[in-house]
């Protein structure tokens, strides 16, 4: 067989080709479109556009049983360079040991045959294998996972059983830009539009008396519509645990925050995220590095006269370095062991001192109510220093957040001077970006 010039040349060029792409990541398959990077890219230009499928990430599981799901981040947080941003919009510790497949009680894990005990899943293990953007949901980033093993049914659903392979379970998280500018509070972490999805390349049916076994027969028709309405009861389930929703968008800010992090650092702010179909940019602004004192009540341990009405307590709080900076307000404290807190005063870091010795003067007064009066006692005031120069450092860091600056002790007396009563006055610092 003769082999022309032109084939010879067009081989060359193919082998060539492969070569210089054998450093590009794998496609991804995501159903029925498929993503494929088409060559190497600028770190600049990945950033903007993905997908990310760094190996680290399968280190991420999802462990998925009945109507619920655990996150499981094992080493990723402490050995990722991702880990120091996760941190920053996490809500308390992060879950990171697998249960054992053997535990101690000795039964183990993998059972063949095992079925679910009730309608849902069956102790299905999944691991993160990308991060994607997606216009999916008005636009959001996508968690990608992929099930890791099949050695028993996989879900239930009244008397039908699945066995199902190759499974992807995708989140989609829909952030709100404002999150990068201030700290993650519980208040607003795991409220973004969340979704979830759950399908498998693979589903073979089962029917029969799952009480015996042996009974149980060949469904061929895979019972599709039925095990997707399934997967809709057991995601919208999984969603109304708002702890699973916290990691979830922590993991989308934290990651997004690192691919943008030259972006984000001292005080820029985001002023306007754009996210599409494997693209996301970040339009920044200069920021203004914000400090507001909060202070509320806590180890509340007080004493009503009689014929008393109540009681409240008013604290009055002033910087040592600017007397306009001062505000006061009444919190009721009757028949309660602690307060929230509440904002009072503002300023910008910048006017804060680094030199000297600036605090935060506090004035506490006891308002005892009664029918035709009220009776306030006050006490002398106090002071808390405030650490100007690390609030600095922390700005130009974007360590954004709460800090406690002290409590304040507060006692309660009679006409005799002996201590009836206590209660502790908490101060923070709030430091965000404007």
Known sequence: MRIGIGAIAFLAFGIANSAATSQIPAPVDKGPRLIVVPRPRPFDALRATGPFCPGDLTRIK??????????YLTDY?????????LQ???????????????????????????????????????????????????????LLFQSEEGFEYEARYGTTLWDADDIELSLYVTPDFRQFNTAVTPGVLGREPTHLEIKPRILLAYQGNLSQPSSITFDTSSERARFDSLMATV??????????RYIASGFAYGFVHYLFRTQLSGTNKVAMMEL?????AITTKPGVAIVSILAG?????????????????????????????????TFDVDDRA???????????????????????????????????????????PQSLAINCSQLVTDANQSLWGQRQIG?????????????????KVVLFAFLQNR
Not at 312 to 317: D, E, K
Request: overall charge negative; aromatic content about 8%; charged content about 15%.
């Open 235 to 244: 995601s919208s389930s999984i969603l109304n645990n708002l702890s699973f």
């Open 62 to 71: 999802l462990q998925v049983d009945g109507q619920m799901a655990q996150w």
């Open 276 to 280: 599409d179909e494997r693209f996301l």
């Open 407 to 423: 409590e304040l002790g507060y006692e309660q007396v009679d006409e005799n001077n002996n201590q009836i009563g206590t209660a």
């Open 338 to 380: 602690a307060t929230s807190s509440r904002y009072f005063i503002s300023f910008p870091v910048s006017t804060c001192p680094t030199t000297g010795s600036p605090t935060i003067i506090v004035t506490t007064t006891l308002i005892a109510s009664y029918i035709d009066r009220d009776r306030p006692t006050s006490s002398a």
């Open 77 to 85: 947080p402490t050995t990722s360079p991702v880990g120091p941003f």
């Open 88 to 142: 920053k919009y996490s809500i308390g510790p992060l879950p990171t040991s697998l249960p054992p497949d053997i535990p101690a009680a000795g039964n183990p894990r993998h059972v063949a045959g095992t079925m679910p005990s009730n309608d849902g899943t069956n102790d299905v293990r999944f691991q993160l294998k990308c991060v994607l953007y997606s216009r999916r949901y008005g636009g959001s980033i996508q």
């Open 297 to 329: 009540i806590s180890d509340i341990d007080l004493q009503e006269h009689r014929f008393q009405t109540g009681i409240s307590m008013s604290i009055a709080a002033k910087a040592s370095w600017d007397a306009s900076l001062t505000h006061t307000e």
